[in-house]
């Protein structure tokens, strides 16, 4: 099984995979803008077409209020109304646009992940870990979903295929205590980069949510600093339910940047552009498929024009 | 689940609540509203088109403009447009073939297909009696077969032995043959997740499909999916004959829209809800049941549903004859702490009762929590059989020494006491009313839905002490 997915095409990749998303957008677009003169009432339909890509309501009227504005100014035709709705999707997420970079003096460079169940937070720490491997840094994994049956077990194969030490406890152990010993063993034996992964959690469950301020304490008590990056990893199939992720997981476990996996698909993920306005954080990652090299740094210009086909 | 998606519909219709008179325009404003609040939900767009064009059609109609009460004319409007939506009647698992009767489980990658798998076997072994096999065919998420065997060894229910680099099809195959020669009575299939774009693995689950012949093909979606849920059902809907739906994650505080729009999209029910991470949080769905807590009404059928199930006939029969002659004492207490405790605990009662959303709120986020009907407990078993008789007994000096073999302060001990006082006031009041003959009825009769025939079609008359107030004791941290 080749898991390494070579390095030239990721590019393409992401806009195959986003082109989907895009199509069906765009088809929206043409549908509600038909002969290329926009009416009054079609606005209403652009908006949903946006709501529909699941951009939100207020990023939406945004949107809708420009082109509304352009129609006013003349002709638009479809690559205008394109035009429009991906510059003001690049605005948005351009600042964003953040690679997750090596920084901590002392090392390691701790970074914490976390999210609700089955984003893909595992794939995702596997995947980075490859990232970082190739820059040639000492990476170490630890196991902290101690909770889902086999998830250690997941890491552990990641972590043989990847050669990268993977530290683990017993099943249900305290994924507090596991971060400590994580943490002790990346110390001792030099690592550059020290991942965390953590159960998958709902947000509105308070106790969960408690264990992650735990283990941000504990690994900040041994090192301080640590953890530089906290990453929610969200699934791009989500809806508007994400903008609640990110305030509660943000609040309680001190999330710093966001991962968004699942761009494969004919999801969208245009709740990201919601969340950039509403919370401004940066956005290191997209995850374009299940492989090592699926996982790639976000092009903010790139994912606005293949989201709207621009 | 579903409380925002209420709390704005509510907002919505309180706003024609008040009106004596309402015309085609305010209607169709409302109508917007409501379209937008769906929206924020994540109701598929499709979905919320038809279903607005479907409630306008009918307020606009004459009923709800010459109506003395219009406004509720149009919460019954949506009410019943959202039983249509969601399905009407509850579907059941349908396993009535010659056994094996293979369930198979398919969906995206991360939708909670194992633990769903897990979950419904375990359903179908301590409910129906039946005997069931489980079989991972996820080949692709390293270890995912494992999951599967480890949570088998935990509910109890035998897995297909696990053959390294065995594929898919002949994975399904062996299971089939050894379902067969084992006498099991339902096999569940657990595939891998794969997005409905892949080609190559809708076409692997093709084979599978063709090669098990499932009765029941059931599509896992997680409840917090946003518009993409159009395309997973449809997707899916055309590669395998799609039997059901099961909604995962029902205990997020995603606004549900997913469970809104699955109906419409793939045609099929929503047969089962995930509604925890324990082994057992997966309940059958009830559509009209769902309706009304969308609407913040409640769903005060599952709760009597719930009581008559985990009710003691001889403990409930006694309790019975005391409070008919008005007495409530920490004795009675303590039993209804401990049947609450039976019937799932203070999160999932509250979740039953109309205008509940904010303590349950509370609740689910674990701030209020079965521990603190522990600990109301601890308090009433720090008594003397006297005390417990005799609450007015209760001194400075005694309360001090309840604290201290409690471990709480004298406040809580308090707070305890007004509670009580609370109870045994709204028992002596609903005496006074006659209904305790209901009441009694309700406990003691057994056969259930036998229902309070006090109010008919109102609200069943809940016996007071089933759920204490909660503004007496609780202090809900926000």
Known sequence: MNDVTEKTGWLARMRSGLARSS????????????????????????????????????????????????????????????????????AILTPLA??????????????????????????????????????????????????????????????????????????????????????????????????????????????????????????????????????????????????????IFREVAGVTGLVMTKLDGTARGGVLVAAAEKFGLPIHAIGVGEKLGDLRPFDARAYADALTGA | ????????????????????????????????????????????????????????????????????????????????????????????IELNVAPPAVVMMVGLQGSGKTTTTAKLAKL????????????????????????????????????????AGQQPVDIAKRA?????????????????????????????????????????????????TGQDAVNVAENFGREVPLTGVVLTRMDGDARGGAALSMRFITGKPIKFVGTGEKIDALEPFHPERAAGRILGMGDVVSLVERAAETLDVAEAEAMAAKLAKGKFDMTDMLAQFRQMKKMGGLGALAKMLPGMAKAQEAMASGKVNDKSIARLEAIILSMTPKERAKPDLLNARRKIRIANGSGV????????????????????????????????????????????????????????????????GFKFKR
């Open chain 1, 98 to 247: 953040k690679p997750l970079l090596v920084t901590a003096f002392p090392r390691p460079h701790t970074i914490l992940v976390v999210g609700v169940n089955g984003t893909g937070k595992t794939t995702t720490i596997a995947k980075l870990a490859h990232v970082f491997q190739e820059d040639d840094y000492a990476v170490m994994m630890a196991a902290g979903d101690t909770f889902r049956a086999a998830a250690v077990e997941q890491l552990k194969v990641w972590g043989d295929r990847l050669s990268i030490p993977v530290i683990s406890g017993k099943p249900d152990a305290d994924a507090a205590g596991l971060a400590f010993t994580a943490m002790e063993q990346a110390r001792a034996s030099g690592r550059d980069v020290l991942m965390v992964d953590t159960a998958g959690r709902l947000q509105n469950k308070a106790g969960l949510m408690d264990e992650l301020a735990k283990v941000r304490r504990v690994l900040g008590k041994q090192h301080p600093g640590a953890p530089h990056d906290t990453i929610l990893v969200l699934d791009a199939t989500t809806g508007q339910n994400a903008l609640s992720q990110i305030e």
């Open chain 2, 409 to 472: 302060t004298v406040q809580e001990v308090n707070r305890l006491l007004k509670m009580h006082a609370d109870m045994e006031t709204a028992m002596k009041r609903l005496k006074k009313m006659g209904g305790l003959g209901a009441l009694a009825g309700m406990f003691g009769g057994g056969g259930m839905p036998g229902m309070p025939g006090g109010a008919p079609g109102e609200m069943p008359a809940l016996p007071p002490g089933m759920m204490p107030k909660l503004p007496g």
């Open chain 2, 1 to 92: 689940m579903f409380e925002s998606l209420s709390e704005r519909l509510s907002g919505v219709f309180d706003k024609l609540r008040g009106r004596g008179a309402l015309n085609e325009l305010e209607v169709r404003a409302a109508m917007r509203e409501v379209r937008v609040a769906l929206l924020e939900a994540d109701v598929a767009l499709p979905v919320v088109k038809d279903f607005v064009d479907r409630a306008t059609e009918r307020a606009v109609g004459a009923d709800v403009l010459k109506s003395v009460t219009p406004g509720q004319q149009v919460v019954k409007i949506v009410n019943d447009c959202l039983v249509d939506t969601l399905g009407g009647e509850n579907a059941d």
């Open chain 2, 124 to 163: 179908l072994k301590d409910k129906r009696a039946k005997k069931v096999m489980m079989a991972s065919l996820d080949v692709n998420r390293p270890a995912a077969q494992e999951q599967l065997k480890v949570l088998g060894e935990q509910v109890g229910v035998a897995t297909l032995p696990i053959i």
């Open chain 2, 176 to 224: 089939l043959q050894a379902a067969k020669l084992q006498g099991f009575d339902v096999l569940m299939l657990d595939t891998a997740g794969r997005l409905h774009v892949d080609q190559a693995l809708m076409a692997e689950m093709k084979a599978v499909s063709e090669a098990s012949q499932p009765a029941e093909t059931l599509l896992v979606v997680d409840a917090l």
């Open chain 1, 23 to 90: 199509e069906k957008l765009a088809q929206n677009l043409t549908f509600m803008v038909g002969g290329g003169r926009i009416e009054a009432e079609d606005l209403d339909s652009v908006e949903d077409a946006l709501i529909a890509a699941d951009l939100g309501p207020a990023v939406a009227e945004r949107i809708v209020m420009k082109l509304a504005a352009a129609r006013l100014a003349g002709d638009i035709d479809m690559t205008r109304v394109r035009q429009v709705a991906a510059d003001e999707i690049a």
